[in-house]
């Protein structure tokens, strides 16, 4: 097999080599059935079989937590930016978003198509640098939701604790952080991610919500955006993306031998560390962007000098084999995202890079 790239893509992203070589095996001819699991129909025993346990490997990832539900969606996250207001937000209430940056804003830009909304903490003053405190959240009583965004993708900050909001479900958008870490579900009333981050290739999206959120949607929407059609027919309304669906179940089983999210968890914050400890010990020839206490384990955004050292850096950098390393072009800079199929030796051969990128260039 020709060598493997040192992938630091914000997504679609990294898969673990594990479960692409699984994928492999058993691409041609799934489990003696004569085709590939790509080519069965939905509604056959063999699909369902893999659909299933995937929703139930899932939920067993987050503890099983009693009256939640797994949905298979399409259109991506940006999809659910707007189907959550349309099926939760009715009129007479107002729904509150968390302003931290790129990707919270265009979910409340979807949500404004929709109905009231108001922005219940913002971290716009800051560049996006910090997530704000979220301790003392004042919501309106007719407050239908409080949306956060775990983790900003672009500028590389990520939530370490999450409020109390009572009786207002919390919805959170994890594209970019789901399974990589321990959570407590129950907090959340919804929170969906689209897959290509942490989950495996894109093309689905997932959606775990409490059954009373998305049990009874309001009839006049759209058949295909209301969560209760997805509901009652167990994400196979439409034809699903079956060899997404299959990819996932993967890379949670993947997941579990990592030692499921615990284990996840403490080789995130290791690889997080080993890269920011590198940035850190520059002496400011590598400029983390996001302030510490709201470091991102994900997604690592830094700069250099100039944009000019940036560019060269890059340059250098794809000449070693490394790709995905330009920051986004609405921050600039560089980012390395490092998700849970990211090898911690992947990024110690980037620090090694950047060091001797330093000798050269410092
Ligand atoms: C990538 C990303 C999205 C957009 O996902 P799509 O599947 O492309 O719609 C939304 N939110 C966050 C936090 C993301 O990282």
Redesign the pocket.
């Known amino acids: 097999m020709s060598k493997r790239a040192y992938n630091f893509n914000?997504?679609p992203a990294a898969v673990p080599l594990e479960v692409l070589g699984r994928a492999q095996a058993e691409f041609v001819d799934y489990q003696d059935n004569g085709m590939s699991i790509m080519e069965m129909s939905h509604r056959g025993a063999v699909y369902e079989g893999v659909h299933n346990e995937a929703q139930s490997r899932l939920l067993n990832l987050l503890g099983n937590p009693e009256g939640y539900k797994v949905l298979f969606l399409q259109?991506?996250?940006?999809?659910q930016?707007a189907m959550l207001p349309m099926n939760l937000l009715a009129e007479g209430q107002t729904a509150g978003y968390v302003k931290t940056g790129s990707?919270a804003n265009?979910?409340i830009s979807e949500a404004k198509l929709v109905g009231d909304t108001f922005i219940a903490a913002s971290s716009e003053d800051n560049q996006y640098k910090s997530v704000p405190n979220l301790a003392n959240l004042q919501l309106p009583e007719n407050a239908a939701y409080l949306h956060l965004?775990s983790?900003?993708?672009?500028e590389g900050t990520q939530f370490q604790e999450f409020p109390d909001t009572g009786n207002v479900p919390l919805i959170a958008?994890?594209?970019?952080d789901i399974l990589s870490r321990q959570l407590d579900v129950k907090n959340f009333g919804m929170i969906y991610a689209?897959a290509?981050?942490n989950l495996g290739p894109?093309g689905v999206?997932v959606v775990i919500a409490r059954e009373e959120l998305i049990q009874n949607s309001p009839k006049h929407i759209p058949t295909v955006f209301r969560y209760d059609t997805h509901t009652k027919n167990n994400s196979l309304y439409n034809t699903p993306p079956s060899f997404s669906i299959y990819m996932v179940n993967q890379v949670l089983k993947w997941i579990e031998e990592q030692g499921s999210l615990a284990g996840i968890e403490a080789k995130n914050r290791e690889k997080a560390q080993l890269l920011y400890n590198a940035i850190d010990n520059s002496g400011g020839f590598f400029r983390g962007f996001a302030d510490t206490d709201s470091r991102s384990n994900m997604n690592v955004t830094f700069r250099m000098a100039s944009e000019d050292l940036e560019k060269q850096f890059v340059k250098a950098s794809e000449q070693e084999g490394f790709v995905g390393l330009k920051g986004h072009r609405s921050v600039g800079g560089l980012r390395a995202s490092i998700y849970n199929a990211v090898p911690y030796e992947h990024i110690k051969a980037l620090v090694d890079f950047m060091g001797e990128f330093q000798r050269k260039n410092g």
């Open positions: 914000a997504g259109g991506g996250a940006s999809t930016f990707w265009k979910a965004t983790n900003e993708t672009i958008d994890m594209s970019s689209g290509q981050k894109s999206t």
